[in-house]
Each structure stands twice: as C-alpha cells, then as structure tokens.
C-alpha cells in the first residue's frame, strides 16, 4: 500500500478514533512526513504537449515522444513522461496479428503401392559406461492393406 494509499486511512483514525498524528501514522507504518507531504508538481504544460505530440504521431510510445519534448528544450525525466503518458491514457494499442489463411483440410491419402511411405527418426541411448549413442532409424511402412 502506497503511503498516498494509507493517507486517508491516516484522516479517518484521526477523525473517527481522535487519535493524535503521531499514534495514527504508527498504527498504519506511515510516516508522519509522508502524511504532511504536498506535491508542488506542476504537469500541466507538459501534458498538453504531450497530448498534442501524441495525437499528431499516434503510433510513437512514451520513448520517442520523450526525445521530441527534450528537443523542445523541456527538461523532463523519461520516467515522468512515461507516468503522465500512462496517466492520460495515450499507450499505443498493440496490432493484432493477422492471422494466417485457413485453407479446407484434405485428408491424408492411403498408399496405393510399395515404397511410399517411409519415417525416419532419431533414437538415442547410453551405454553402461556413461557412453551416450545416437542413431537415425529409417522406417520403410509397409501399408496396411497390401499386408493382407
């Protein structure tokens, strides 16, 4: 829980319980600076032309957008960016993947004569010695039907 998460919980010990500050802030392990903390950050500027970056280059993320505000000369961190761009909702929408043509299966046809159909695979083992072996076994199928 985020010590902005535990401020309200803070005022509400405070107001419905009357305890002091300092028994208040032990109870939820917040501390009383935390409690007493206004932010004096100012983003306005900065998320109107991010806005307007955005809407002009709409699949550019938070990276690129960073580098064309750091050549406008505001100077901003990466993390703030990315923090406003994830706040007012610009994230770039992932492209589905288009998906590959379903062709109408056909089935499989039986061997009609000798040597059509052959496997092949790997086959490994070991030896009491620890000595590994690997073969590749090559299968000659003898079809079904002309075995009977």
Wanted: aromatic residues 8%; contains cysteine; proline residues 3%.
């Amino acid at each position: 829980m985020t010590p902005a998460a535990r401020k309200p919980v803070v005022q509400h010990l405070r107001e419905e319980w009357h305890l002091s500050e300092r028994r208040a802030c032990g109870l939820v392990c917040v501390s009383r600076m935390a409690m007493r903390y206004v932010s004096r950050r100012d983003d306005t500027m900065i998320r109107a032309r991010l806005r307007e970056l955005a809407a002009q280059r709409r699949r550019w993320g938070y990276r690129k957008l960073h580098v064309l505000l750091r050549r406008e000369c505001v100077v901003v961190n990466h993390k703030r960016v990315e923090r406003i761009y994830r706040e007012e909702g610009l994230s770039v929408r992932r492209r589905k993947r288009k998906r590959a043509v379903s062709v109408a299966r056909t089935p499989l046809l039986r061997p009609s004569g000798s040597d059509e159909v052959w496997g092949l695979d790997f086959v490994s083992d070991a030896l009491w010695s620890g000595r590994t072996l690997r073969m590749l076994t090559l299968i000659y199928d003898v079809p079904y039907f002309s075995r009977i």
